[in-house]
């Protein structure tokens, strides 16, 4: 039991827990996923089911740690994330490059993984019925890339858009049926254009939301908590993963907590259809 707390204490890392949700949030690693840190409730309560994010780094880099403060909070609203990547891992020489061709790679070992372990063992709490693939930039990419794998539930896009001007691959907009929710850094942030035709090219029927807040493409991850892009990503992943209906309000209402009220310009298309059983009213 001593060796077995020694070893989990070492994969943590000196990484404090931390977000602003009811469990506070930490990260760790685990050997059988030699390619991911994990964030997650440092002690979540018996009976709390986790639904899963894989997230993908701007420039499609290593570092899974880059967006720590954004991952602990959005983790701390009872969510279980599987950063791409190693702690403050190297960037990718071929980001660029996958900028227009993505290699998900690493979003499918995630996926992988999540269906091997989740629901057993120590990972008994997780809960890969609602699996969102997100990332930021080049990792946004990687996100569509996967969207169509019937495991993938949700998908959020974070300061991206699809950047290869084929029409093969602009047309796979065309094609997304599962809800969708844009996080943009408004017209000074080079992936606007982008997303915005995306969003246009999305089915009518597709349950859809963007946001624009005018703070450019490396958004506002690095404040306090993650910034207005964690508010935001933690809303969404308490209503299109958790079914926390109250958390639509964000994206739909006009309250003074809402985004349309805390500097997002704000479109959206469809949400009505997206209800799903509260997993905090079980």
């Not at 979540?44 to 602990?72: E, H, M, Y």
């Not at 701390?76 to 980001?95: K, R, Y």
């Not at 999540?114 to 990687?142: E, F, N, P, W």
Request: aromatic fraction near 10%; glycine fraction near 10%; proline fraction near 7%.
């Amino acid at each position: 039991m001593r060796f077995s707390l020694l070893v989990q204490l070492a994969v943590t890392g000196t990484a404090a827990a931390a977000g602003t949700g009811p469990y506070s949030a930490s990260w760790t690693q685990d050997p059988t996923a030699p390619n991911h840190v994990i964030y997650a409730p440092s002690e979540p309560p018996a009976g709390l089911r986790l639904p899963v994010i894989i997230w993908g780094q701007g420039a499609c880099s290593f570092n899974a740690t880059t967006f720590d403060a954004f991952l602990k909070e959005v983790a701390s609203h009872g969510v279980f994330i599987l950063s791409n990547g190693t702690p403050d891992g190297p960037a990718n020489p071929d980001g660029m490059a996958e900028t227009s061709y993505p290699n998900p790679v690493l979003h499918y070992e995630a996926l992988d993984w999540v269906t091997a372990h989740a629901g057993k063992g120590k990972y008994s709490h997780v809960d890969s019925s609602r699996l969102a693939a997100a990332g930021m930039s080049c990792g946004g990419i990687q996100a569509y890339a996967v969207q169509h794998d019937p495991r993938v539930t949700a998908i959020g896009i974070f300061n991206s858009g699809i950047k290869n001007q084929t029409e093969e691959a602009m047309s796979l907009a065309d094609r997304i049926t599962k809800p969708i929710f844009y996080f943009i850094g408004g017209p000074d942030d080079v992936a606007y254009p982008n997303a915005e035709r995306d969003y246009t090219r999305l089915p009518k029927t597709t349950p859809k939301w963007k946001g624009n807040l005018p703070v450019g493409h490396g958004g506002d991850y690095h404040l306090e908590n993650g910034g207005q892009f964690a508010v935001a990503a933690s809303n969404w992943a308490k209503w299109v993963l958790r079914g926390d209906w109250r958390a639509s309000e964000y994206f739909t209402g006009s309250a003074p907590e809402s985004a349309k009220r805390t500097g997002w310009d704000v479109v959206f298309e469809s949400l009505h259809d997206l209800k799903l059983e509260n997993w905090d009213e079980e």
